[in-house]
Structures are given as structure tokens and as C-alpha cells.
């Protein structure tokens, strides 16, 4: 098993766990903690997928039909002083991984485009340390 398998193996226990727990708690909602997407990718841009990072914020993957594009960005669930985030999107039938943002971000970072029309994309990241990591989603 690849570490990159092994990870996410890992992270789809760990939510299992943590959605049984949220949803035992009365009054308890697995999304509170996810900020909206903000629409920093621009018009034309629809979520197709997100996934929460830990307690810090969220990752959304949006796409384009008009550009074959994808876009990531990373939101925090509270903007404050600047944390260190990174964001990292790719080909999943590419071993290149160049498009990424990185640095010291009050609300968030990026956002990022890759065209992937007709393929796999791999988005991963961090904010302040809670990383993130989704493989080969949103093919086609």
C-alpha cells in the first residue's frame, strides 16, 4: 500500500469515527464547523467537491464546464493573524506537481487553476499544520 492509500485510508476512518461521534451528540451538525466557499475562483467556478481541515478551515475543489477548469482554494474557519497555508493541485495521470500556493495567509489561500478536463485531479494541503489530502476525485 502506497503511503499516499495508506493516508487516505487512515483519514476515511478518522472521519467515519468523527461523523458516528457528531451524529450521537444531539443537536450536533457535521458542517458547523465548514465555512462557505467564498467565490475566489471566480464566476462560472462550481463546488464539486470539499473537505474539512481539522478545526482550521475548509478546501473547496470547484470546476469549470466553460474553461475545463479546475480550481482549489483553502478558507479558514476564522481569519486572524497569518497562518502558514499550502495548497497544492495536479494531474492524477502526471507525476508533476507544480501548481501550488503557499505562504502566510490571514483568510485564505489561493485561489489555483489547473486545466484537467477529461482526467483526475490529486488536491492536497495544510493549514496551520492540519493537513489535507484527496487522490485521483473528480475524474472525468
Known sequence: MT???????????????????MAAAPGASATASRVAYNGACGSGYTVVNSTEVGDKGTAYLTYSSGTGKNCLVAIRNVAGEPVPMTIYLSRSDTEIHDIHDSGNYRSYAGPIYMGARGTCVDWWGWIDGVRFEKAETNCG
Open 3 to 21: 503511503h499516499l492509500k495508506r493516508a487516505l485510508a487512515i483519514a476515511a476512518v478518522t472521519g467515519a469515527s468523527a461523523a458516528a461521534l
